[in-house]
């Protein structure tokens, strides 16, 4: 997925220096990462659970908690924002647009957001209130995102073919439980053969999204903004 959101703001042709903003960074992986891509940028976080903050604030990286509902920066402050599997926990009642509206208050005229969000797929799910949790379909994440004064130059599906997996879980899950929310948890392990091939997959179809293709079905949205 990272190899994705690479390809994407490669094709932003950022500036060489600037100031990015991760907006629920959690415990501060993708911030170490933007390290390595953006070393000229200066980074900053945020995230509303304390135990993510303290854990990012463990390896050096510069993280303050807080909402992405109300973020604690003055307008026009950053270049670049971030924000990863976030839209869809937010509250079901208007939060990803207020969310929004927030980046878009703090990112410069023609500054660049990226976003990663959860997309439906099969089966169809509906909004989960008990957990916060909604998935999108292409054009409603559209709207709200051109709603907040966004120009979408990016929008489109990955995780499409190894998405195909997740089906028969989803499908034992919903038959378990009602409820729309079923996560994932997966433990860390070494690298094998299958998992390189994955990746390769995964490469393959962040360069079809790079280049303005869609794919028709997947279980991951992705779109690079520029404020209006």
């Not at 924002?81 to 929004?100: E, N, S």
């Not at 990112?107 to 989960?128: H, K, M």
């Not at 999108?136 to 004064?149: K, N, S, T």
């Not at 303005?212 to 209006?228: I, S």
Request: aromatic share 4%; charged share 25%.
């Amino acid at each position: 997925m990272r190899s994705i959101g690479q390809r994407l703001l490669r094709s932003a042709s950022l500036p060489a220096s600037g100031r990015v903003l991760d907006a629920g960074c959690g415990s501060g992986q993708t911030m170490t990462w933007l390290a390595d891509l953006l070393p000229r940028w200066e980074r900053v976080g945020v995230d509303v659970a304390s135990e993510a903050v303290a854990s990012a604030r463990s390896i050096g990286e510069a993280v303050i908690e807080a909402s992405v509902l109300s973020l604690p920066f003055d307008s026009a402050s950053f270049d670049l924002v971030i924000t990863l599997d976030v839209l869809q926990h937010l509250p079901l009642d208007g939060g990803d647009a207020a969310a929004l509206a927030e980046m878009r208050r703090v990112s410069r005229p023609g500054g660049t957001l990226l976003i990663r969000t959860n997309a439906q797929s099969f089966p169809r799910v509906s909004e989960d209130r008990a957990s916060l949790y909604r998935r999108y379909d292409p054009e409603p994440l559209r709207r709200v995102i051109e709603d907040a004064g966004f120009r979408i130059l990016r929008l489109g599906r990955a995780n499409s073919i190894l998405g195909l997996a997740e089906i028969p879980r989803e499908l034992r899950a919903r038959r378990k439980d009602a409820g729309s929310y079923h996560g994932l948890l997966s433990a860390p392990r070494a690298p094998r053969r299958i998992d390189r091939i994955k990746r390769r997959v995964i490469e393959a179809e962040g360069a079809l999204l790079s280049r303005g293709l869609r794919l028709p079905f997947g279980r991951t949205l992705f779109a690079l903004c520029r404020a209006a």
